[in-house]
C-alpha cells in the first residue's frame, strides 16, 4: 500500500504510514491515555469529511485557527502575521481548503515551529502547502516528527529573523519549547501550563504538570529550569495549544512553578485572584530581570 496520513482518533496524532499504522506513540506514552475501546486510525479523507475550520483574529496579528467538531486533543494553531514572512506556531487538527485558502491570502508560512508533540496538529499540511523556509524542532523530540520535515532542529534556543524566539525548557516532553515574541509580549507556552477557563473564555486557574491526563507532577528541577527561562521573559499574555490566555504576567506563572517548588509534588490549579497578587521575592517585576539570551543555534 502506498503511503498515506493517518490520524489517531483519540489523540490526533498524525503518522504517515503504508496502512492504519500498528499503535500511536502519543498514546502509549505514559503522558497520554489509551483510547477505551481500541486503535482507530482515520484516513486523511475520513478527518477531512468530518471538521469544519474557523478561524478568529485574537489581536496583535495573531491568528488562531481551529476545527470542530472536538477532534483528538484539538489544538489551535496560531498564525504570527509579519511583513516580512508569517511564522505558525503549533497547528490545527486538520486545515480545510477555507482554512489553507485563508493562510494563503494572509500571505502563507515562512516560518513553522511548535512546542512538543501535542501541538503539532496537521503541521505536516502546512508544511506540504506553503513549503515554509523554517520548520524548526528541539533536537529532543525529533523522534515525534516522522509526519514532517525538520529542517532547523535546535539546542537551546533560536531566533527568527522577524523577531520571536524559541527556548528550550524541556520538562513536560523533553523537547518541549516555549515561543515568544517580544514585541507582541506574549508566550506560546506549549503544555508548560494549563489554563481552566469557563465557557467564555475568561482565566479560572493556572497548574503546570508532567502529565495533565494522570496529574503527574513535575520534578524540582524541571519546575526550576521552567522559572529559569519563563521568568526571565516579558509578556502580558500566554498562548497554549488550547487556551488564549490575556492577562497572564512572568510574576503569575513564577508563582505556579514556585509553589510546585515547595513541599512534597502535587499539581495545583491556582486561582487567578491568588496569582494576581503574586510578586517577585524582591517585590519587583519578575519579567524585567537580567534575561538570559542565547545566540541563534
Ligand atoms: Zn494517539
Ligand atoms: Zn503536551
Known amino acids: 500500500m502506498p503511503l498515506s496520513y493517518y490520524s489517531c482518533s483519540n489523540c490526533g496524532h498524525w503518522q504517515h504510514y503504508f496502512a492504519p499504522p500498528p499503535d500511536c506513540p502519543v498514546c502509549t506514552d505514559t503522558r497520554n491515555d489509551l483510547p477505551p475501546d481500541g486503535w482507530d486510525f482515520r484516513p486523511e479523507a475520513d478527518v477531512a469529511s468530518r471538521l469544519q475550520g474557523s478561524w478568529r483574529t485574537v489581536g496583535r496579528d495573531v491568528v488562531a485557527f481551529s476545527t470542530s467538531p472536538r477532534f483528538g486533543l484539538n489544538g489551535t494553531g ?68 516522522k509526519a514532517f520535515r525538520v529542517t532547523w532542529p535546535f539546542d537551546e534556543a533560536m531566533s527568527f529573523p522577524t523577531g520571536q524566539s524559541l527556548y528550550h525548557v524541556g520538562g513536560h516532553y523533553e523537547g518541549q519549547s516555549v515561543l515568544h515574541d517580544p514585541a507582541r509580549r506574549m508566550l506560546f507556552c506549549g503544555d508548560a501550563f494549563k489554563i481552566d477557563q469557563d465557557e467564555h473564555g475568561e482565566n479560572l486557574a493556572m497548574s503546570t504538570h508532567k502529565a495533565f491526563h494522570k496529574d503527574i507532577p513535575l520534578t524540582p528541577a524541571e519546575l526550576r529550569r521552567y522559572r529559569d527561562v519563563i521568568g526571565a521573559l516579558d509578556f502580558d499574555t500566554v498562548c497554549t495549544p488550547f487556551e488564549y490566555g490575556p492577562g ?28 494576581r497578587q503574586a510578586r517577585s521575592p524582591d517585590g519587583g517585576n519578575i519579567g524585567g530581570q537580567n534575561i538570559k539570551r542565547w545566540s541563534a543555534a
Open 78 to 145: 496560531w498564525l504570527l502575521l509579519h511583513p516580512e514572512g508569517n511564522l505558525a506556531f503549533e497547528a490545527a487538527p486538520y486545515y480545510t481548503p477555507p482554512m489553507l485558502a485563508e493562510i494563503r491570502r494572509l500571505g502563507g508560512i515562512r516560518y513553522l515551529s511548535s512546542s512538543h508533540v501535542h501541538g503539532y496538529g496537521a503541521l505536516w499540511q502546512l508544511q506540504n502547502e506553503f513549503q515554509p523556509d523554517v520548520l524548526a524542532i528541539q533536537r529532543e523530540d525529533l523522534r515525534m516528527t
Open 248 to 275: 497572564i504576567t512572568p510574576a503569575m506563572a513564577v508563582a505556579v512553578l514556585e509553589d510546585g517548588m515547595r513541599g512534597p509534588p502535587g499539581v495545583r490549579h491556582i486561582p487567578m485572584h491568588e496569582l
